[in-house]
């Protein structure tokens, strides 16, 4: 049996570290931070006894029966359906609350419409849709396509700027892909069939996940690529740049400030409300006990989120992946496929932006194709999971 080191205490470290644990091999994980978690990391605030998301709201869905069951084994899980608002502009410059995503109810709404579907369908393929467009470049074109300058300005171009930095009008149409509208009252935010959160917070599931005999955790230890001999084989799901001291330049990131703020009662009354003025500094702001409605307290603890470009020392959020990174990431991956010893894994090890059960889906994956090729004593992979 051999020995392994997982670099991060995420979703990723811990799957593939108890993958491997349960097939008799020794793992130790390792992590920068003074909890476990990752990004999923939630704790209790000593004084309102609220749930936070501390890096940002997090809620589970999947259409994946085998992660499904796999969370299920680790943490009970109680139904949750994302619903969020937003705070806009209607066609006439007044401000006031939507649904999101799209759907009839904001359509009916924002134009003070009582449509159908087929009627509404028809209204903005017809009505409001740009069909001068023929052949969409950009982010803003396909949405001018799709469904016109009044919902575009309202639901996409100014929450797009601040999320991304730039104007719709610098990224691609490939981000939307199809109509971004629903024409009936569904605004539940995911349409995956498993949906819910895990009653305790998600850092006491993946404590679960951590809890064998042959894993051991230390934190607040920063992994350095000298400790990477004293083990059989390492799991890196730190950034895949970090590797290589950032030799070749930094990929891109976009990084998130929250400022916290705590309120007696209810103060939204919901979990997440968008706002999409530009000129409204932050993106959204998240209240954290709405996301356990089975909970109750006085006491209320909110987030209100900024988005900016990563500077070295913050913490990366989301890869931009746009031309410019793509090209220093395929030389990195390059340089990554020449390391011996080393497996890159999870979002910032891959540079993608994955949601959780996905995350899941890909460390069973890994930890699954590693131990077929330990077992025909192939040389393990850089990359179980193509960044590229
Ligand atoms: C704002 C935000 C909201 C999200 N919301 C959702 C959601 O609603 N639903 C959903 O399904 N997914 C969501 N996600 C995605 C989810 O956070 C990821 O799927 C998950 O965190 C990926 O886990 P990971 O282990 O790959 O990475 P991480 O969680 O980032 O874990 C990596 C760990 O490695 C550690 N580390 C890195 N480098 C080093 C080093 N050199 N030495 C020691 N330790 C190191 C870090 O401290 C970190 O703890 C969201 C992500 C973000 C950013």
Redesign the pocket.
Known sequence: MASFLM????????VIGRHLAEAGHDIAV????T???????TERDPETGVLV?V????????DDAEVWDYVNAHATFLPYK?RVKTTSRDPEGALGVFSLPVNLHTINQFFRRTLRPEEAHAFITTEQADTSIADPQTFEEQALRFVGRDLYEAFFKGYTMKQWGCHPSELPASILKRLPVRFNYDDNYFFHRFQGMPEQGYTAMIESILDHPRISVTLE????RSQAGDYDHVF????LD??FDYELGRLGYRT?DFERFTYQGDYQGCAVMNYGEVDVPYTRITEHKHFAPWESHEGSVCYR?FSRAAEPGDIP??PIRQVKEKALLSDYVARAETTPGVTF?????TYR???????IRE?LDTARAFAADLGAARTPRAFYQAPL
């Open positions: 670099v991060g205490a995420g979703l990723s470290g811990a390792v992590d920068a931070r909890h476990i978690g990752g990004n999923c990391h998301h890096y940002g709201p997090h809620i589970f869905h999947t994302n230890t920063v992994f350095d890196y799901s730190g950034p970090g590797w998130l989120e959020y989301y894994v999870g979002r910032l090890g932006y994955l949601d959780m059960d996905v995350s460390a």
